[in-house]
């Protein structure tokens, strides 16, 4: 149940008794300031109003307006004032905002609430103060730019380093490899040549196969 909707005082009174049902001391200390404070339940239950159910209907239901206009009003007079200065301040407003009214009768041509002095300062300040902070964001962007570009180029650096070891590094492998095999070719002709490796003769008979020893004894007068 939603006592804010309560249609007549029947409703209202088995709110009342609901309410007392609950045995919740917190929510009945609640209930009980709204009640002995006669004013408030006619300010939130329609049905307990005397204003005219028209004049309810288009009313907020809740305080912005008024907080609003507080704000408004604050803002164009000032804060912290003497009592004398206050009524001073505000009465500059009230003629401020007649005259206003007035031209906007006059030319038909109704007053831009955002573009009063008040409004058109704090614009600029605004403003003012996203520049300087964009050129700071931009700045430390800049600063950021420049130490990867710097990072960048001592990798590139670094890598260029890198790769002419490893190159240099291939050329020496190879020409070890190249040397190592050079060795082992004259090492194999030097134990041929000193009679080490025996090396088997082809014969000049028919009968004899190809890289065999031949067995054929030769005549005397050959020898």
Known sequence: ????????????????????????????????????????????????????????????????????????TRKNTGEKLSLVASIVEARKVDFRVAAEIKAARTTGVLGNNRNSAFDRMKNSSRRANTAIAKQQVNQEQNVEIQRLQQEIEEHTKAKKDSDTRIKQARQALALTRSDGKSRSRSSRAESSSSGRVRVAGLSQDKGTTTGELSTHTLPKSRI
């Open 1 to 72: 149940m939603e006592f804010p909707y309560l249609k007549d005082d029947e409703q209202l009174a088995e709110f009342d008794t609901w309410i007392q049902g609950l045995d919740n001391p917190h929510v009945s200390a609640w209930w009980k300031h709204k009640r002995v404070n006669k004013w408030i339940l006619p300010t939130i239950i329609q049905s307990q109003s005397k204003m005219d159910p028209s004049d309810w209907t288009i009313t907020k239901s809740t305080t912005n307006i008024g907080e609003g206009q507080h704000y408004w």
